[in-house]
């Protein structure tokens, strides 16, 4: 059973380009979180999608948005590339059931902005 | 503002001593309370987690922490350090929200463990 899994695992882009990047959740899990995590930082939490809905939405600007597609995948976009930007971009899935909850991460993406 | 802190950027710790890595936590309702370790390239793996009851929390590889609401605190501990838990630690509070879903998880900065020989 294949657990999170990202694409691309690294990218470079220059100022002002737009970025897309992929996440297929665990098998059985339906619901996709989104996190940044800048260099010697925590993730930092920008949105979460649930059936093909942003449910969720952190403190992040417009720049920054999301897809869910009907097999669970989800995609983040960013336009307008900043520096600041360059993170590490990190995806979770879980599923709620009677159990409760557990969030899985991918490896992440590594995004530079030049 | 819901916040978390973890006092130590980095410790280091000799192979078969004790650890323990602090976390507090500013959160306005009652807090779920998680500790993810990540190691270099990688994501982000569950510890253990406190929704509610007991406050000691056992977790895998042998990592418990205590939840103590007057100090709001839920620090990590491990009486035995292995080399392979080198690693950063990351502390995190969450609410159950929109349908159960932990949603919004705020991470601390993390502390980074070596463990010496």
């Known amino acids: 059973d294949a657990g999170v899994t990202q694409s691309p695992t690294h990218l470079i882009k220059t100022r002002g380009q737009q970025v897309t990047l992929r996440c297929s959740p665990k098998s059985g899990h339906d619901t996709v979180s989104w996190y940044q995590q800048a260099l010697g930082q925590g993730p930092q939490f920008i949105f979460q999608?649930?059936?093909?809905?942003?449910?969720q939405r952190g403190n992040f600007p417009d720049r920054f948005s999301g897809h869910q597609f009907p097999n669970y995948s989800s995609e983040l976009n960013v336009n307008a590339l900043l520096l600041g930007d360059s993170a590490l971009y990190l995806c979770?899935?879980?599923?709620?059931?009677?159990?409760?909850?557990?969030?899985?991460f991918g490896s992440g993406t590594q995004l530079s902005v030049l | 503002a819901q916040s978390v802190t973890q006092p130590d950027i980095h410790i280091t710790v000799s192979e078969g001593a004790s650890l323990e890595l602090r976390c507090n936590y500013s959160y306005g309702a009652t807090p779920y309370l998680f500790w993810y370790v990540q190691s270099p390239g990688q994501g982000l793996q569950l510890l253990l987690k406190?929704?509610?009851?007991?406050?000691l929390v056992q977790g895998i590889k042998g990592f418990e922490a205590e939840f103590k609401r007057s100090q709001s605190s839920f620090n990590l501990r491990k009486p035995s350090v292995h080399w392979s838990d080198a690693a950063e630690y990351f502390c995190?509070?969450?609410?159950?929200?929109?349908?159960?879903?932990?949603?919004?998880?705020?991470f601390g900065k993390g502390t980074k463990l070596s463990v010496k020989p």
């Open positions: 406190y929704f509610s009851g007991d406050t």
């Open positions: 995190a509070v969450g609410a159950r929200n929109y349908g159960g879903s932990q949603g919004n998880l705020i």
């Open positions: 999608y649930y059936e093909e809905e942003e449910r």
């Open positions: 979770a899935s879980s599923f709620v059931g009677p159990w409760g909850e557990k969030l899985f």
